[in-house]
């Protein structure tokens, strides 16, 4: 079965760069998408971004965090990145990926298998 766990949380100055990783695995799982998602307080889970492993469909990212967060998918490990860079009070959360195998990731509802998550937190 398709499993995916994240790793690379922690505590980060704001300004500064965090990066996030989603391992699937086996490696050699074929999923049509993997998005990353941020949950804070309670609240409903908020997409950050997408990544398509076909690489047909290029990725997205949220209004909130374009332009400082990079989304990635590496092939090889069949990982998909994220890169956070100049951090902001907002973006504190627990960060969850999540992948779809029969569905698009547009919403948490289409999500199909989750990580158990990895927390970040921003100092200022």
């Known amino acids: 079965q398709v499993r995916l766990m994240e790793s690379g949380g922690g505590s980060v100055q704001a300004g500064g760069t965090l990066s996030l990783s989603c391992a699937i695995t086996p490696v050699d799982s074929n999923v049509n998408c993997v998005g990353w998602w941020r949950q804070s307080f309670g609240n409903e889970r908020v997409g950050v971004g997408i990544v398509y492993p076909g690489g047909v469909i290029s990725e997205y990212l949220a209004d909130s965090v374009k332009g400082r967060f990079t989304i990635s998918h590496d092939s090889a490990k069949n990982e998909v990145l994220l890169t956070m860079n100049y951090v902001k009070p907002d973006d504190a959360g627990t960060y969850f990926c999540?992948?779809?195998?029969?569905?698009?990731?547009?919403?948490?509802?289409?999500?199909?298998?989750w990580g158990q998550g990895t927390q970040v937190s921003i100092s200022s």
């Open positions: 999540g992948a779809s195998l029969s569905y698009n990731c547009y919403t948490a509802a289409q999500i199909q298998v």
